[in-house]
Structures are given as structure tokens and as C-alpha cells.
């Protein structure tokens, strides 16, 4: 891929946080970005609008990931508006912390449900519908490494999306679209904050060399770079962009 004038990128849950930085880099690198949300269509609206108002071209389009059929819906809304999709970023994902003997089937339901079968859902309709010479980024989290407690269900997940990174990678050969991880480190987005005393977010961001939180646009910035052609010799890896925390 040598350019990503004319190229066209999904970016799941990019209506706030992560995927919405994501979605801003994306544009600015020069891609039609759709902005997938699940929820409230404000957030993704307006991201779509300034994305627009600095001369970038974005869709917005709903669809929960984990229903396999919204999914399919979603791809056929890119292809109908732009005629193909070249860049699938799977960023949706929902964290739910508790210790194993304390998670209940409902906690584990929905995050496999979402993280693991909502990737499982897009990744099989890229498999089939990305041009060829695109691009996948799947999500993953650092935590996999570090394996933290009450993290157990969320890292699991993760750690599936890991595997089938690697593996549909060696699927895709002989059309030149490669297939990757982010896994990121504590970063400021609602998500990660969300329930965390200020004592716990200041050790948390001590934990790493450089000292700091990560922003949403740190990992934007390594999306960017699987995505584009500096990334063309990466394939089947998981970068941990988390400020050498592991």
C-alpha cells in the first residue's frame, strides 16, 4: 500500500476514546474512514463533521460487533458508499474487572461476546471482502503480558484475539494483506479511568520507564504505522505500545 489517498478503513468503536483518535489519524494519513459505533450515534456524528471540516470524507455507521449480521451490514454500507474496504481496525472492545471466582456468567458472556466474537465477526468478513494489499489491526491489551489480577476474563479475550492475529496472517498469504495487534498499556480514555482511585492512576502510570499515562493518540500513532507503508514488512506481530511497562 503506497499511498492511502482512495483507501477505505473501518475503525470499530471510534466514536470515543482510542478508536476515535484512531479515526482522526486515519483521516489525516489520507484514508475515507468508517466510524463504527454501537450506541449513541452524537459522539460519531460529530467526529464525522470534523473529519469533513478539514477536507478528510467520513461515514458513520452503527452496528454492535457482536451480532455477525450487523457486521455484515456495516461492510456492505462501506463497499456501497466507497466500493471497497482497504483497512479493518478492530478497536471495539469492553472491560469488565473482577477476580475469576467472582465473575459471573454475565460479565463473561459479554466480554467474550464483544472482544472475542465480535473480532472473530469482522476479522471473517475482512477475510473475505478486503482488497487485496490491506491492512487488519486487531486490539489486544499489554495485560496479557502482565497479567494482572482481576484482569482474568478481559486478558483471555485478548489473548485469543492474539492468536488468531498470528494465524489468520498466514491465512491471507498470496494477497498481501497483513494482520496485526496493538496491545496497549494503561492509557487516559474514560475506560481505563472509569472506577480507578487517583492514588491507583498515578502508580499505574509509574509503571512504565517513560513515567506517563498513554494518550489515545500514542496508539493512534502505531495504528497509523501498521496502516500505512511504512508497516508493508510487519506481519502477524503484537506491538505492545505501552511506554516499556513490559
Request: zero cysteines; hydrophobic letters at 45%; a negative charge.
Amino acid at each position: 500500500m503506497t499511498t492511502s489517498e482512495n483507501k477505505v478503513a473501518i475503525v470499530t468503536g471510534a466514536s470515543r476514546g482510542i478508536g476515535a483518535a484512531i479515526a482522526a489519524r486515519l483521516a489525516t494519513d489520507g484514508f475515507t474512514v468508517v466510524i463504527n459505533y454501537s450506541g449513541n450515534a452524537a459522539p460519531a456524528e460529530e467526529l464525522a463533521r470534523e473529519i469533513e471540516q478539514k477536507g478528510g470524507k467520513a461515514l458513520t455507521a452503527k452496528a454492535d460487533v457482536s451480532d455477525a449480521e450487523a457486521v455484515r451490514r456495516m461492510f456492505d454500507a462501506a463497499e456501497a458508499a466507497f466500493g471497497g474496504v482497504d483497512v479493518l481496525v478492530n478497536n471495539a472492545g469492553i472491560m469488565m474487572l473482577s477476580s475469576i471466582a467472582d465473575a459471573d456468567d454475565a460479565n463473561f458472556d459479554r466480554q467474550i461476546a464483544v472482544n472475542l466474537k465480535g473480532t472473530f465477526n469482522t476479522l471473517r468478513e475482512a477475510g473475505k471482502r478486503l482488497r487485496d494489499g490491506g491492512r487488519i489491526v486487531n486490539f489486544s491489551t499489554s495485560v496479557v503480558g502482565l497479567k494482572l489480577e482481576n484482569y482474568g476474563v478481559y486478558a483471555a479475550t485478548k489473548a485469543a484475539v492474539e492468536t488468531m492475529t498470528a494465524i489468520m496472517a498466514k491465512e491471507m498469504r498470496g494477497r498481501e494483506i497483513t494482520v496485526n495487534a496493538v496491545a496497549p498499556g494503561p492509557t487516559a480514555t474514560d475506560l481505563f479511568l472509569n472506577g480507578k482511585s487517583e492514588e491507583l492512576v498515578a502508580r499505574m502510570a509509574k509503571m512504565n520507564p517513560l513515567e506517563r499515562l498513554g494518550t489515545p493518540d500514542d496508539i493512534a500513532a502505531a495504528v497509523s504505522f501498521l496502516a500505512g507503508s511504512d508497516g508493508a514488512w510487519i506481519n502477524g506481530q503484537t506491538l505492545r505500545a505501552n511506554g516499556g511497562m513490559i
